[in-house]
């Protein structure tokens, strides 16, 4: 169960990289919508390589036109999402057993990549979560 904690906290925890077995993705997204933090749900289930998990999170993410499909642009796209409007932002990707198996690569940059987003944010007072689903979507 997700419930409100401290501010600053969503689902009780720091801006950051978190696992999560959570059952019910709307409640994350209440709670993100009550802070006024943008929330987003990237499904890498049907995912096999590096151009599908790009995908997934452009299109979640309404990356702009100019994206290229490529680690350098999508660290940018992290990096600056303020064409969102939001005063944070709160990741639930789900489907990581499937991106896992067929391009682990891809999904090694993609976490390493979202680390440094994370971190580099937080500097500049911009919060980020990002919430890993333990358990596949149902």
């Not at 978190?18 to 997204?29: E, F, G, R």
């Not at 990096?79 to 932002?89: E, K, M, R």
């Not at 994370?118 to 689903?133: C, K, S, T, Y």
């Amino acid at each position: 169960t997700v419930s409100l904690k401290p501010p600053g906290t969503v689902a009780g925890l720091a801006p950051g990289i978190h696992s999560t077995d959570i059952d019910s993705p709307q409640s994350l997204a209440s709670e993100a919508a009550e802070r006024g933090l943008f929330f987003a749900r990237i499904d890498l289930t049907d995912c096999s390589d590096k151009a599908g998990l790009l995908q997934a999170f452009g299109s979640a993410l309404a990356f702009p036109s100019w994206f290229g499909e490529n680690w350098d642009a999508f660290a940018d796209c992290l990096a600056d999402l303020d064409w969102l409007g939001a005063a944070g932002h709160v990741l639930l990707i789900e489907g990581r057993t499937a991106i896992a198996r067929h391009a682990p690569e891809a999904l090694e940059t993609c976490e390493e990549i979202l680390a440094e987003t994370v971190i580099e944010r937080g500097e500049h007072g911009l919060p980020m979560w990002v919430f890993w689903r333990t358990t596949d979507a149902p």
